[in-house]
């Protein structure tokens, strides 16, 4: 059976707390079996891995899913801690990237199922849906010592019904904004006193999800694009000595961007920044500070920044930041590291084998997904344990690998979990080695099964 080094096993005993003994041996055995299985990530492909193929008792292994009691809250607690612990200096700010992702689903039995944007197949002219669970996605954005780009390690995934699917269960629905308010809360409960940013693209660009996170104790900065035409106001003037009536909440309204983006009397900034894919971009800006208003809600003060590209590269946007003491650039440069987000969710795909898992019941399908996102997270940490300072990389002849990548990571913690005490009787200088029979046929069926 592989087995874990020394190194992992510290790392991964700060999760013990949080179940039974025997529930959390059984759960390790799963995360040992999911790691090293290639293809579909479900509990018999897990145990096939370490093997456990005939193992009798094969039921104890899904009731950790299915039925034994463990909360899915105190395991994100546990793993935001030792993120935070591992990559990030004592008094660096919290970057966290919120989104969305749809595990295609299909089948009567899988009750949290509806119908939504598919962002992969959609396009700018063509909107695609598709039939699945749609996922809200919190994620930590850390630096790595194999990189120059942040990583973003996912600690919390909650699944976002639809509004049909919520009245069909008889659930309370929330919306995106909703759960990203419950989100930020349950961080700040965690991690009270820590500078936080929260960056999101337009689905969380909310005056009511701005108020939140500025009426918090300890304020969450909000990072998010902002429309051309928003409703953008100045602040209200004193009011005049004996006039009654209600105190104005905003003053005159403002231009709008578009306004201002065709306006020839704009001062635009031309400013270098790290752009997508790791080149540098020349960018113009211009920022200001107004009061974003919508109807309903208690005007939300803003920082914007408008984006033009000189080469035309691509179509002006503006952004906006609940801190309106923050830098124009700063704000450009914490919503481009919204995008590492999206390779965490390719790299979940294409690694981790997400959408092959084939629970049904509900408790099951709430605690698969989020364990495969927390899993990726824990590669990580596993690949920083065992090599501090320079990973692995896979190079061949006919390409010249730069950056390290999760597979890089995940190939790391693979070859320790496989090398840890299965050969530890041969010497090391033996052309030939003693293979324990079980790690032999786990070997042999990895070769022949692997796609």
């Given amino acids: 059976m592989p087995t874990p ?12 707390t949080a ?85 295609r689903r299909r089948g009567p039995q899988i009750k949290y199922k509806g119908w939504f944007r598919d962002p992969i197949r959609s396009t700018l002219t063509r909107v695609s849906k598709a039939l699945g669970i749609r996922w809200i996605c919190l994620a930590l954005l850390v630096p790595v010592p194999w990189g120059p780009r942040l990583w973003a390690l996912p600690f ?29 809360d349950k961080v700040r409960d965690w991690q009270p006193e820590r500078e936080t940013v929260l960056v999101g693209d337009g689905s969380y660009a909310a005056v009511a999800l701005g108020n939140h996170c500025r009426r918090l104790r300890w304020p969450v900065k909000l990072v998010s694009r902002l429309r051309l035409d928003a409703r953008l106001y100045d602040f209200p003037g004193p009011r005049p000595q004996g006039k009654r009536g209600p105190t104005p909440k905003k003053g005159p309204r403002q231009p709008s961007l578009a306004h201002r983006l065709q306006d020839a009397t704009t001062q635009w900034q031309e400013v270098v920044i790290p752009w997508y894919g790791g080149q540098e971009k020349k960018i113009e800006v211009v920022t200001g500070v107004s009061l974003w208003y919508r109807a309903r809600e208690e005007p ?33 440069l914490w919503f481009i590291a919204r995008w590492n987000i999206e390779v965490t969710f390719e790299e979940l795909r294409a690694q981790l084998g997400f959408e092959t898992q084939r629970q049904w019941s509900v408790k099951a399908i ?28 896979r190079q061949t002849s006919w390409y ?39 790690a032999l046929h786990s070997l042999v069926e990895v070769a022949c099964y692997s796609t």
């Fill in 5 to 16: 080094s020394a190194p992992i096993i510290q790392v991964l005993a700060v999760f013990a």
């Fill in 19 to 103: 179940f039974t003994a025997p529930t959390f041996a059984n759960a390790l055995v799963l995360l040992y079996g999911t790691i090293l299985a290639p293809g579909r990530r479900t509990v018999a492909a897990a145990l096939r891995m370490m093997g456990l193929g005939s193992c009798k008792h094969f039921t104890n292994y899904h009731r950790v899913l299915n039925r034994a009691r463990w909360s899915p809250w105190v395991l994100s607690k546990l793993l935001l801690a030792l993120l935070i612990r591992l990559f990030l200096p004592p008094e660096a700010p919290l970057l966290l990237a919120v989104d969305e992702t749809l595990e």
């Fill in 156 to 184: 919390m995934t909650i699944p976002a019904l639809g509004p049909q699917t919520s009245a069909r269960l008889k659930k309370r629905h929330r919306t995106l904004v909703e759960w990203a308010m419950l989100m930020v």
């Fill in 300 to 332: 939300l003060p803003v920082r914007w920044v408008l984006i033009r590209c000189p080469e035309g590269s691509f179509k002006p946007q503006a952004l906006f930041c609940t801190d309106t003491s923050a830098a124009a650039r700063q704000i450009v």
């Fill in 366 to 393: 709430e605690r698969t997904t989020p364990c495969l996102s927390g899993i990726f997270s824990l590669v990580v940490v596993m690949a920083k344990t065992l090599h501090p300072v320079t990973l692995p990389i």
């Fill in 400 to 438: 010249w690998k730069e950056e390290a990548t999760f597979s890089d990571a995940l190939a790391a913690v693979r070859s320790d979990l496989w090398h840890g005490a299965n050969y530890s009787t041969s010497a090391q200088e033996a052309d030939c080695i003693s293979i324990p029979q079980v």
